[in-house]
């Protein structure tokens, strides 16, 4: 069994947000750093390295990651990745990265000085096997934003998914996702369904998610990738449906 601890629990642009003097932003109950995990295991696994990665590493005292299994390569999830190739390189340690291959080329592309880093391997794969988990990438609809990919962990007895960025799954893309044991999934805001321009949001809210966890038939499900529209201090929430926060240490 493994622990997973979730580094970062907002969307892309953190809570507080710059600039912004909403009640959540002046406070101080729903500081969230962009969206990350970390799972402990038998290999240490870093889901997402984002912007905020060096203070994450900093604040939890994580171990250097074996594997690197990134979602999409949106900025949020993937701009703290030459601090982390940089962290390999000083601590000479090897460091897989793991993603559709569509995905470990803009990788490629946006960090070219990386190439001949010995200590990082690129591996473009929508599968992969670890000591503890059978691991596969799942493409979701991101709304505005394009596509992102759905991470399934299967071991024996749990199965689970990490679903950060998706909106308006379709039926075939949701097949995966049926029956689990827990489904991690993000929801930006409480309720959008008043928003103006509806084409152009990239990420369920809270209510869709919710409506999501009983159409999959997901046994628990807890939010991430939260605006700061949402208050986890007040907001309620039906049974087995829970808020992530930064820290957050759950069995896996």
Known sequence: MGTLRFLGTSDAQGVPRMLCNC????????VRKRPSAFIDSTQKILIDVSPDFRQQFLEYQIHIPDLLLVTHAHNDHIAGFGDLADLCFWNNKSLLVISPMDVIKTLKDRYPYLHNRTQIQFIGTTTWKTDEYEISFHKVNHG?????????FTRLGFVWAYISDAINMSDEQMTPFFNLDLIIMGAS??????????????????????????????????????????????RQLPSNVEFSFDGKLIDT
């Open 189 to 234: 805001y409480w309720d959008e369904s008043t928003r103006p321009n509806q084409e152009k949001r990239s990420v369920y809210d809270v209510q869709e998610a919710i409506k999501l966890k009983n159409h999959l038939n997901a046994h628990q499900m807890i939010l991430t990738h939260m605006s700061h529209d949402i208050d986890i201090t007040s």
């Open 23 to 30: 009640n959540i932003c002046i406070g101080s109950d729903n």
């Open 144 to 152: 505005h934003n394009g596509y992102s990919y759905g991470i399934k």
